[in-house]
């Protein structure tokens, strides 16, 4: 029997007990056998509101641990590949974090609230917490980051320094209102007199940093009439010149929605852009370059089966649950709070 129906047999044997979700950065072949697809937004919420005791996430670690911060204490959140990380949620840790802060307001004597990408780990949303902060992800920063500037505070963002420089770039900000802090804590301003400004920590995606000018120009010298969309993770200057930028899933909501014939150069993961391209073959869909993310590719038919059978068998009492990805308690109560300020801001109606 082929992996992929041994797959779906498990599967019906385990009925409403597992969910498998899957980030849009996922191969096709395990798409097809997830129960939804999305970007990290859509997988925290959905995750946060099924009762199933396992959820076996096919993305990477910060996704399967903002499940985990969301969940019940009965169910239990798998990644078939406990090494697939996220190398930019490693940018920065916990008490980096919180010495930045305090130095920020130490030296500001203003409101400071911690506003951090979804893209980190459980100990820095637990510090965002902590410190009143809420969670973001591509598709909600600018609507998250305003809320505090209405609210007269500051904003520390971290750690994604492109997402956090697109996002005040689209809210407008004065060029003074906006400070890079570097990895030693440092600022590349001494001009802090300013209030309102967005204190953005210097990590990056080294899959989006790799997408550079000659990329868009190419595209646009071959496809006279096409359209350039990007994800928020690649750098300003990419976003500036791109049609449209945004989040994993209105990269495929724009492309699904457009008209037949419609032409697209996508700069973002390159197996999502190859994905959306055999969906709509009445389109032209293509990669302004080939940027794979290692570590989403990691998850695969043998280590999704292999966990599968792991839950069959832990049900059964033959063998220890393996990849289970868990956080103490304790930790949780912050972390899930940063969380849960970001779906109670980003469901706000205007
Ligand atoms: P989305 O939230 O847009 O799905 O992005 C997640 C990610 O890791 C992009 O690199
Ligand atoms: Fe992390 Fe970049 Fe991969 Fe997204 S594409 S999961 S930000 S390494």
New binding site residues.
Partial sequence: MKTIDKIKELKTKLGSKVLIPAHH?QSPEVVVLADFVGDSYKLAVDCSRKKSEFILFC??R?MAEGAEILSEADQKILLPDLTAG????DHIDGKQMEDVINDIANRTKEKITPVVYM?SSSEVKETCGKFNGSVCTSSNAKKIVEYYFERGSSVFFAP?YNLGINTARELGLAENAIIKVKKDGSFTSDNLADSHKIFIWDGN????KRFLMNDLEDFREKYETGKIIVHP?CDEEIVSVADISGSTAKIYEEIKNSPTGSIWGVG??FHFVERIAQEFPNKTVVPIRKSI?G??AKINLENLYETLNNIVQFIDGKAKLKNQIKIDENKKVNARRSLEKMIEIASRVL
């Fill in positions: 950065y993305g990477v910060f996220c190398p930019l949620a893209n994604d995606c080294h899959v989006h993770e973002t993961e993310c570590n989403m």
